[in-house]
């Protein structure tokens, strides 16, 4: 199975810190929606593919996984 998403990575912050979205634009809006936007990266799409939830799972709570997958 293959997952798609947007992000928008902080500037000056975590990779936590990013914001992540389904599609571009949810991304843009979202964006617009913090007080400071300029501190915020171009969104960017990422994929990545797994081969069942359990491997989803795995990736996302591995050590560098999270917001950094893609």
Not at 5 to 21: F, R
Not at 31 to 36: G, K, M, P, R
Not at 42 to 50: A, D, G, R
Request: charged fraction near 25%.
């Amino acid at each position: 199975m293959k997952l798609t998403y947007w992000v928008a990575a902080s500037l000056n912050g975590d990779k936590t810190d990013a914001i992540i979205a389904r599609t571009k634009h949810d991304c843009e809006q979202k964006i617009l929606t913090y007080d400071n936007p300029s501190e915020y990266g171009q969104p960017v799409k990422k994929s990545f593919l797994y081969g069942d939830v359990f491997d989803l799972f795995e990736m996302a709570t591995a050590k560098d996984g999270g917001r950094g997958m893609g």
